[in-house]
């Protein structure tokens, strides 16, 4: 059976889905306390049946202490699996990268995976990574440079992105999946199953109402709604709108940037969710029972597509952060197919040497392009990061 390590491990999702395509999570561990008490609550019978989960801070974690505690050694596990936390190179962290503590911890999960030696890394990031500024300042730089730290340690890269909702979750949630891999043992990247309308083949997408059918009734203290003058401008929205935010003006766009406020959104009920965001703000419904109400913690889960009986630690806004932080457990499962798919094919380990990076993908370096030249049209009328991301998310949003 193939194996995997799992870091920034969080509430599970990338877990779940692995070990669903049939991989063996041997080791499991995440900073947060209330993440890993989570694990340990799902644990029993089901999930990371060695029960070695832990809680700690990366920095201090060593790969020759985790094999020792596993009973295995250096270049025993297959994959090493959980990227590092997103919010650096998201708009919420204000995409600040490097200069972020946390977008440090890749350096840190660099060095885990050399410990290990593991055959693959596997991890998921926000899509606003293809374009961010690395120290040079430049858009797409952060992205080169750490795919230029992973091939100096020996391993290639593949990058992707991938929309859950083209793998059957409920959610429009687009992602970076990267996937580090030695010289000439490239892994596929899973086939989509789904599509927006049903064509090429694929299922339709799973739309809100659908997922949130299966749930069992809300309690009353899982029911949220909104006062004062949110309540009076969210009744005159209709579904699949929200109240927006002021423009910011730019050089060549007078009516500027413009976006939905935060937590002041109608989701419509007909289509997959918007991203499940890791705060408490999340998006609003028209219930036919309960009227207009926020998502619950439990339905955002649903539509991350956890099992319906997973059981999330902490208070309210705990859960939230878990569930919004979670790779979806669908398209993890994809994924883990496709590389176990690959384990069959190629089970030799190939010859590491390279002389060179493999390319991006040429949609994704055409993101870069453009938001390199919109940069240099609008930089000095825009804030730094943010709309950075915006620009570069619309040249690579996916499915």
């Known amino acids: 059976m193939t194996t995997f390590v799992s870091i920034f491990s969080g509430a599970g999702g990338l877990d779940i889905g692995l070990q669903r395509a049939g991989w063996d999570c041997l080791y499991a561990t995440d900073f947060d306390r209330y993440a890993v008490e989570t694990l340990k609550l799902n644990a029993a019978g089901r999930f990371h049946g060695g029960g070695h989960i832990r809680q ?4 201090n974690l060593a790969g020759d202490e985790i094999l020792s505690e596993i009973g295995r050694r250096r270049g025993d596990v297959d994959l090493l699996a959980g990227g590092p936390p997103c919010q650096s190179w998201s708009s919420a962290g204000h995409q600040l990268g490097f200069n972020d503590p946390r977008g440090r911890l890749f350096e840190d999960y660099l060095r885990v995976a050399k410990q290990l030696d593991v055959r693959w890394l ?7 990574l293809i374009t961010a500024r690395g120290p040079d300042g430049l858009p797409g730089s952060a992205l080169a440079a750490i795919r230029q730290a992973l091939f100096s340690a020996g ?8 929309n859950a909702a083209d793998f059957g979750a409920p959610q429009r949630r687009v992602r970076v ?4 891999y030695r010289q000439g043992d490239e892994p596929p990247v899973p ?4 599509h927006e309308r049903g064509e090429d083949g694929k299922a339709p997408w799973i739309s809100m109402d659908a997922a949130l059918a299966s749930l069992s009734p809300l309690g009353e203290d899982e029911i949220i709604r909104p006062s004062g003058k949110l309540a009076v401008e969210l009744e005159a929205i209709p579904p699949g709108s929200g109240v927006k935010s002021p423009g910011k003006r730019e050089t060549t766009r007078p009516g500027g940037h413009w976006g939905y406020k935060q937590g002041a959104f109608v989701a419509d009920l007909r289509r997959p969710a918007r991203t499940v965001t890791a705060n408490a703000q999340q998006d609003w419904i028209r219930d036919p029972v309960h009227g207009l109400r926020r998502l619950s913690p439990r339905e955002c889960a649903a539509l991350q597509s956890f099992p319906a009986d997973w059981v999330f630690a902490g208070k309210r806004v705990d859960q939230y952060r878990q569930i919004g932080n979670a790779v979806p457990p669908l398209l993890a ?12 094919a190629a089970p030799a380990l190939p010859d590491r040497s390279a002389t060179a990076i493999a390319p991006l993908p040429a949609r994704l370096q055409a993101a870069i392009d453009y ?6 049209r609008n930089g000095a009328s825009r804030s730094a990061a943010p709309s950075l991301r915006r620009i570069g998310d619309r040249q690579v949003r996916a499915g």
Do not use: K, S
């Not at 700690?56 to 920095?59: C, N, S």
């Not at 999946?177 to 580090?180: K, Q």
């Not at 086939?191 to 789904?194: G, K």
């Open 177 to 180: 999946v990267l996937i580090g």
């Open 155 to 162: 391993w290639q890269t593949r990058v992707e992105l991938l």
């Open 122 to 128: 596997l991890f998921e990031n926000v899509r606003g």
């Open 191 to 194: 086939t989509a199953t789904h």
């Open 333 to 344: 499962e994809q994924i883990g197919r496709a590389l176990g798919a690959h384990v069959i």
């Open 56 to 59: 700690a801070d990366i920095r």
């Open 371 to 376: 938001t390199t030249r919109e940069h240099r």
